[in-house]
Nanobody, 124 residues
Framework: QVQLVESGGGLVQTGGSLRLSCAAS????????MGWFRQAPGKKREFLAA????????YYADSVKGRFTISRDNAKNTIYLQMSSLKPDDTAVYYC?????????????????WGQGTQVAVSS
């Protein structure tokens, strides 16, 4: 099993920045990829970004490319999501997820483990 704990959410004004963290523990060696998703009220869960542990290859949704940056610290088993130029539409619960796969990384079915989520609210 892999446990994921997100942190760093909060309330920020439009145009502001936040950095989310996700600490992984347990059988992390069994995973290849970590990703970030979000879900706003009444909406489907949305893929944001993913990064591979081994090569640090990154993938982004078009909706956040250029504003969000995913990174990982292998020594700490932690990934980050640096978010900038935040907009009210970015308000959602943000989830970290871990996958044993290297394909279909924008699909939530590809992920085996999920964190509990952290709330991000962007005020106008």
């Amino acid at each position: 099993q892999v446990q994921l704990v997100e942190s760093g959410g909060g309330l920020v004004q439009t145009g502001g920045s936040l950095r989310l963290s996700c600490a992984a523990s347990g059988r992390t060696f069994s995973t290849n990829t970590m990703g970030w998703f979000r879900q706003a009220p009444g909406k489907k869960r949305e893929f944001l970004a993913a990064v591979t542990w081994s090569t640090s290859t990154t993938y982004y949704a078009d909706s956040v490319k250029g504003r969000f940056t995913i990174s990982r610290d292998n020594a700490k088993n932690t990934i980050y999501l640096q978010m900038s130029s935040l907009k009210p539409d970015d308000t959602a619960v943000y989830y970290c997820a871990a996958s044993t796969r290297l394909v279909d990384l924008s699909r939530d079915y590809a992920y085996d483990y999920w964190g509990q989520g952290t709330q991000v609210a962007v005020s106008s």
